[in-house]
């Protein structure tokens, strides 16, 4: 394309231009956008200040001062990369799934746009806000540079490494959002997908692994399969990178791995722009009243423990009406994505009892075992509860319920209730999946105990912390991210910040406890330090942390009653 | 004391004022039908009636309870139809009644006989097993005015409730607030269409820009909106005769002659009309007809309305 033609012949020629203009002006002039562009920024100065050699390094000499350096660089990127992997996602997975569910969606397939400028116009809305955060952090990392110790080659892999992943989060959230008919669905798709494609050739080489150990083990091809998974997995390679600059090798292969699956995702979501899913059918059978015909089906495939053509009683007066429609209605709807969550989940927990089982020290693989466990379920608990009142104000409910008599109390409670049962399949999962466990003889009943109950804990903080989002703001997308943010911090946020300025904090259990429910875990659990006086302080951490949730659920009564939704 | 109060209520987004000192009353009774153009104000109104929202500044009384200061008794004798309003997903529309009934709580025991009133109401009974989330616009509002009036409400607001409906529907839901009126019902309604609200309502206020231009009965405000009216006189006979004695009446703008049938402009008041019409008969001229061209609403509402935003 010739550097002359202007940009009125740039409108006329591809149409898609002028949307790619809209999606990329709009996107950066969010709100969220400076919002995360500020936060990032806080965050590496912080960690540059904190970092920066103070008169003790001068002492060191030229040593001291890579290591700090290096330090900063690691922390940086480290920063930079996570953080771009945990919200692109929530960009990119409602982008076309929310066009259809506002029914913009048809104009946009009525206007002269092509599919193909459609999927770029969305892709460049997504990654805008993430380029200029990561253009902007190549100044302050260069920082770096004045002290000596950091070679521009990893800098450079650093940045290369995070580009091309957040490119493909993109293009991941955007082929689940031409995929699937709801935003919810799809954010959570994308948020497991792009877990799958981080550490998925790494988990490949260790099933692999488990597979070979069975049968029979041929250690020069578990070689192979290994350097196979860590040379592909971006999270290893960039640990590596980070470590000691990743292998040529490794790295070229690494972005081969990437623009694979962004060359099938934008595929994918280019077809399913052209020919897009057909509306939910919904199909009109009538309740069934006869007994005899209910327990016919009841006998018959599927085996019906719950029929959902057998008519529902009415709403008992002594209930919650909207507890009642949650679990009865909303739950019961979502039955069988949720017994597939169950499935999924269970396979994971077994997966990851069996890998640990390998190891073989009973309280160590416990830990472990359990602090997967409380990961997922913190992870997935966002994508399942933070939308909870947003979705009611999304579809127009929200004013007709605040019509009727129900109390914000009963209405807050029913959406607790409702993110419990959501919830419900993977604590199941991991309830079940203990007897693996128990028969490798690695059961520990105190392990059980603190295991169970702080992710039962955790359960609980999370779906209060998803409830709260979804009060401040009206976007799911947003009340999403804002959950992510609030997790963070409790999870870990707090804790490393204590420990980065006095690193003795972590030493102390009898503090550390009260700093992240994790860190409980980490405490308890580690085999040095199990004795009775530390259940008797797990308790006390746990009433603690179920204080903090029963606060964020006050506060979300709060919100509801100042009518902080009332207005459009 | 009216139904529904409103005093010098005001409400601002940000710096653009959607209502500036509106004052309404309408009485117990009264079908009152809410006209006004895109953004006028009238689902602003109608959501701080239904304390979804809170206004700046002025008082609302429904019934004489305060809006701002007892929302939960509000609530019970409200009923609210949104003008945009969504279906809860897989629930089959004896249940999302179901649901509300209990939401408004109604005993069990009652309700289902409750629900059958509503849903035959709304002729919706043959609908009943079947999902709201696949019902059409128009099914949707109906079930959505079921909805609003299973806790029998005193009160209804219907923001915009025929916009979806086929010409049937309209003409039954005319009917269906006739009989609500019968039962003592207070009704606001408000709609874009104002043929239909003519001859559905019986008291109506025009607002624009947040202002309440004119209230009260249909035809006062036709009384008072329309300075000039259209006249028809047809004779029998003598029409020179007539042609003439019309030339000489003041207040008669144009006259416009088609053999035996005359069209006047006039500014006559009802008095003048009297007064033209016992001067005719005095004269001996055989008046067939001497009518007056009703116009429309729309023409109130247009010459009332000023139109931009
Ligand atoms: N949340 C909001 N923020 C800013 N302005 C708003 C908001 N809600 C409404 N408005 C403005 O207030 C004015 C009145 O809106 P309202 O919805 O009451 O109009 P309406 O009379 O119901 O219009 P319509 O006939 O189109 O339904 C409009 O100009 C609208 O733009
Ligand atoms: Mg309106």
């Known amino acids: 394309m010739s550097a002359t033609i202007s940009k009125k012949d740039m409108a006329s020629r591809f149409p898609a231009w002028g949307m790619i203009k809209r999606e990329l002006l709009t996107s950066l002039r969010a709100k969220r956008s400076v919002l995360i562009l500020l936060s990032f920024m806080l965050l590496a100065v912080l960690v540059i200040l904190n970092e920066w050699p103070n008169s003790e390094h001068i002492y060191g000499g030229i040593k001291a001062a890579g290591r700090v350096s290096r330090n900063m660089v690691v922390l940086l990127s480290g920063c930079m990369y996570i953080g771009c992997l945990l919200f692109v996602p929530a960009y990119s997975a409602s982008a076309i799934v929310l066009e259809r569910e506002r029914s913009t969606y048809d104009l946009l397939r009525m206007s002269l746009i092509s599919p193909l400028g459609v999927v770029f116009a969305k892709l460049f809305n997504a990654i805008g806000v993430f380029m200029v955060i990561i253009l902007s952090m190549l100044p302050v990392m260069s920082t770096a540079f004045f002290l000596v110790g950091v070679e521009y080659t990893v800098v450079i892999q650093v940045f290369i490494l995070t580009i091309c992943a957040v490119l493909t989060c993109a293009c991941i959230g955007l082929a689940c959002s031409a995929i699937l008919r709801k935003s919810i669905t799809s954010i959570v798709v994308t948020y497991l997908s792009v877990l799958l494609f981080l550490i998925g050739p790494l988990l490949f080489a260790y099933l692999f692994a488990v597979a070979m150990a069975t049968f029979s083990y041929s250690r020069s091809l578990f070689r192979v399969v290994e350097n196979i998974g860590e040379g592909t997995s971006p999270i290893w390679v960039m640990a590596n990178v980070l ?36 509306p939910a059918k919904i199909s009109q059978e009538k309740p069934i009243d006869d007994v005899k015909v209910l327990k016919d089906r009841r006998m018959g495939f599927p085996f019906y423990i719950l029929d959902p053509l057998k008519r529902k009683k009415p709403i008992e007066d002594s209930r919650n009406p909207m507890m009642v429609r949650e679990l009865r209605w909303g739950l019961l709807n979502r039955g069988t994505t949720l017994v597939r969550v169950f499935y999924v989940a269970f396979l994971i927990y077994f997966l990851a009892g069996a890998i640990a089982s390998i190891d073989g020290r009973s309280h160590e693989s416990m830990k472990n075992w359990f602090g997967i466990q409380i990961v997922l379920t913190v992870l997935a608990a966002p994508g399942l509860i933070a939308n909870s009142l947003t979705k009611e104000y999304e579809l127009g409910n929200l004013d007709m319920l605040r019509m009727t008599l129900l109390k914000p109390r009963e209405i807050i409670l029913g959406k607790y209730t409702a993110g419990l049962g959501a919830l419900s399949p993977m604590l199941l999962a991991a309830v079940f999946s203990i007897i693996p466990i128990i028969f490798l003889g690695m059961f520990n009943y105190g392990a059980a105990l603190v295991g169970y109950g702080t992710l039962l804990v ?67 659990l580690y085999p040095r330090y199990s004795s009775n006086i530390l259940y008797v302080k797990w308790l006390w951490a746990m009433c603690a942390w179920l204080l903090v949730s029963a606060v964020f659920l006050r506060v979300s009564l709060f919100l509801f009653y100042r009518n902080k939704m009332q207005d459009r | 004391m009216a139904m529904i109060e409103i005093q010098h209520l005001t409400k601002h987004y940000g710096k653009f004022v959607a209502l500036d000192d509106l004052n309404l009353e309408i009485e117990q009774g009264d079908i009152f039908g809410f006209i006004g153009p895109n953004g006028a104000g009238k689902t602003t109104t109608i959501r701080i009636l239904s304390t979804l929202l809170e206004p700046a500044s002025g008082q609302a009384h429904i019934d004489g309870i305060d809006v701002r200061k007892k929302p939960y008794e509000i609530k019970k004798i409200l009923g609210y139809m949104p003008d945009d309003f969504g279906v809860y997903d897989g629930m089959r529309l004896r249940e999302y009644l179901d649901f509300f009934g209990a939401a408004y709580k109604i005993p069990a025991k009652k309700r289902a006989s409750i629900i059958d009133d509503v849903l035959q109401l709304t002729d919706l009974t043959s609908k009943a097993d079947e999902f709201v989330s696949a019902f059409s616009r128009g099914m949707k509002q109906r079930s959505c005015l079921a909805k609003t009036l299973i806790h029998d409400p005193k009160v209804l607001l219907l923001d915009e409730p025929a916009s979806g409906l086929d010409p049937r529907a309209r003409i039954e839901m005319k009917e269906l607030l006739k009989t609500l009126c019968e039962m003592g019902k207070t009704i606001l309604i408000s709609s874009h269409i104002l043929s239909e609200l003519g001859d559905m309502c019986n008291t109506i206020g025009i607002i624009e820009h947040g202002k309440l231009l004119a209230a009260g009965k249909v035809g006062d405000i036709m009384d008072k909106v329309r300075e000039v009216r259209e006249l028809r006189i047809e004779v029998l006979d003598k029409a020179d005769e007539t042609e003439n004695l019309l030339k000489s009446i003041d207040g008669l703008l144009d006259i416009e002659r088609n053999e035996n049938v005359f069209n006047l402009q006039s500014n006559l008041d009802r008095a003048g009309i009297v007064a033209l019409n016992t001067q005719l008969v005095q004269r001996g001229i055989p008046v067939l007809f001497l009518e007056e061209d009703q116009g429309s609403l729309e023409d109130v509402f247009l010459s009332v309305t000023k139109g931009g935003f």
């Open chain 1, 243 to 278: 470590d000691r600059g990743a292998q040529l090798g490794d790295f070229v292969t690494c972005l081969l791995y990437h623009g694979i699956v962004v060359f099938v995702c934008l595929g994918v979501a280019y077809w399913k722009i052209k020919k897009p899913p057909e």
């Open chain 1, 458 to 524: 955790c359960s609980l903080l999370s779906i209060s912390i998803g409830l709260f989002s979804s009060l401040v703001t009206k976007q799911t997308t947003i009340s999403i991210m804002i959950s992510y943010m609030i997790s963070i911090v409790l999870y870990l946020g707090i804790a490393l910040v204590l420990a980065w300025f006095n690193p003795l904090w972590l030493g102390n259990d009898d503090y550390a406890m009260y700093l992240s429910p994790l860190l409980v875990l980490e405490m308890v």
